[in-house]
């Protein structure tokens, strides 16, 4: 369905600790790099759609007025982890529709507000109010899948070291310096199996990407990146037993977005998914088909990910690396997966990537796998 | 427990129970209270006001099963000040059929997924003002009869 919607521009700031720099001040200068890539007038944009978790009332209006971009429809849009990523699969339906031609998304978080610490949740959620902590609801799923599969210590270990690798090659990224398996295995504990290493760290930033109908893209650029699929959905609620070596939101979006895009895991050559802490990656891996059940841990330890891998997942260092203010990380995948497929990458490059595929999920809420899951799949 | 909260209006409790009136006593044993739909006879933990089911509002409450299996588990180390740590959650997937998100207690032993656990209360931390925080526990059974 989407084949009449691509991307012409794409903007980001480096990820990381901004604690004096307001919401506004993250994101204009996101907003304005991805206009001045796309090639567009300010005056061409005819919507926008602002994702983010914590930013307050009105986030968008508050950004775009800096920018002299008001009068337009401005939505802003809470979908936890996910925020972002709806936001742009917003502005894809609304371009299909033929509500406008040229749309703009923000994504942007400042999580240094909160001073430390896992990230809040609602206090008003049931599992929440008697302890839930984003680490301990993965770790829960980590220490499920170590028990039914055999994976062991040091490969969850691995997604750390290989992403972090990955990011000491993205000036974009929180993290910058590269860490060995020794580290990964002997930073302090979060939750069991997990160690700091292991999960995503807590930072500020913010994203933008620039949409329009292919039917104007050729006034812009001649090599706007086509969305071809563009998925999103929620949980599926029950109150009963759930397999947490089964992402079922995932996997079920990942079905949806194949089939729209009419591709296959085959036909991935590079993905950025949602690793917030190292057993997601492996879990990921196998919701996408890119290997077999249970096969996550094996097809990380053979490089198969790496750079260099049979199909790079998380070259921008992901989650773990790059970082996770997380209304900014979808948009920031998208941001990643399209210069990628533009070849603009340099130390980090995907040789000849052709596909790529984006991948936000989250939320932590009773009685669900995750809230929220956004997929998108680009073709250059 | 929640229970015992009610009737103080003017006065602190003396423990608070993060549970609430999901736990109850019942013969001198903690009880978990849930709801049961009067209409499909979906289970529901802790009580709702609408069944999600079948949107009914028509409800029995209904003791959830003492016993079930730890389906998976973890021990954290950080989180809010006023929580002992580390804090030692898991899943427990009751007889039921309902799965409850629970703090645990292993008096020592070594938890194992799987393994059968049976409730209890425990405290679990201590507010600022020096109240013990309660909620109820799995602990490991000997047997899963």
Not at chain 1, 258 to 276: F, K, N, R, W
Not at chain 1, 306 to 316: D, F, H
Not at chain 2, 5 to 34: E, F, H, N, Q, T
Not at chain 2, 84 to 112: Q, T, W
Request: glycine fraction near 12%; charged fraction near 20%; charge should be negative.
């Amino acid at each position: 369905m989407t084949s009449g919607v691509t991307v012409l521009g794409v903007g980001m700031i480096p990820f990381g600790k901004y604690p004096s720099t307001s919401i506004v001040d993250l994101a204009w200068p996101a907003v304005k790099a991805a206009i001045k890539d796309a090639g567009v007038a300010p005056a061409d944009i005819e919507a926008a759609y602002c994702g983010t978790v914590f930013s307050g009332m009105m986030s968008g209006q508050r950004i775009l007025a800096r920018l002299g971009l008001s009068g337009i429809p401005i939505t802003n849009i809470e979908n936890a982890c996910s925020s972002s990523s709806t936001a742009f699969r917003q502005a894809v339906v609304a371009i299909e529709s033929g509500a406008c031609d040229v749309a703009l998304v923000i994504g942007v978080e400042k999580l240094t507000k909160f001073g430390g610490g896992t990230l809040p949740l609602e206090e008003e959620d049931w599992e929440v109010s008697q302890g839930m902590v984003m680490p301990a609801l993965y770790a829960m799923r980590a220490n499920r899948y170590m028990h039914d599969f055999g994976l062991t210590l040091e490969q969850l270990c691995m997604v750390s070291v290989k992403n972090r690798k990955h990011g000491a090659l993205n000036e974009d990224a929180q993290m910058r310096k590269p860490v060995t398996l020794e580290e990964v295995l002997k930073s302090r504990p979060i939750a069991d199996p997990f160690t700091l290493l292991q999960c995503c760290p807590t930072g500020d930033g913010a994203a933008a990407v620039v949409l329009c109908s292919s039917r104007v893209a050729k006034q812009y650029r001649s090599d706007a990146i086509k969305v071809v699929a563009s998925d999103l959905t929620s949980g599926r609620y029950t109150n009963g037993f759930r397999d947490m070596t089964i992402p079922e939101i995932t996997v079920r979006g990942a079905k949806e977005a194949y089939e729209e895009a009419g591709l296959g895991p085959e036909d991935i050559d590079v993905a950025e998914v949602h690793d917030a802490f190292s057993i997601a990656e492996i879990l990921y891996y196998e919701a996408f088909g890119f290997c077999g059940r249970g096969e996550g841990g094996k097809m990380l330890e053979r490089g198969e990910t790496a750079l260099g891998g049979r199909l790079p997942v998380n070259p921008s260092g992901g989650l773990l690396a790059k970082g996770h203010p997380i209304g900014a990380t979808g948009a920031a995948q998208i941001v990643e997966i399209v210069r990628q497929l533009r070849g603009q990458c340099g130390a980090r490059q995907v040789e000849g990537a052709k596909v790529g595929l984006s991948h936000a999920t989250g939320g932590g809420i009773s009685g669900f796998d995750h809230g929220a899951c956004s997929i998108h799949i680009f073709t250059r | 427990m929640g229970s015992d909260d009610r009737g103080a209006d003017a006065v602190l409790p003396s423990v608070v129970c993060l549970a609430g009136d999901a736990i109850a006593d019942k013969d001198g044993r903690p009880v978990l209270v849930g709801a049961r739909c009067n209409d499909c006879g979906t289970l529901a933990f802790p009580r709702v006001a609408v069944c999600s089911k079948c949107m009914s509002e028509s409800f029995t409450d209904e003791p959830m099963p003492e016993r079930g299996r730890l389906y998976s588990w973890t021990t954290v180390h950080v989180g809010p000040a006023r929580m002992n740590k580390p804090i030692v959650l898991g899943y427990v997937d009751l007889e039921n059929g309902v799965r409850v998100f629970s703090h645990l207690a292993s008096g020592g032993r070594p938890l194992m997924i799987d393994q059968p656990v049976k409730l209890a209360v425990a405290t679990v931390g201590k507010e600022a003002d020096g109240r013990p925080i309660e909620t109820f526990v799995f602990t490991p059974a000997e047997t899963n009869q």
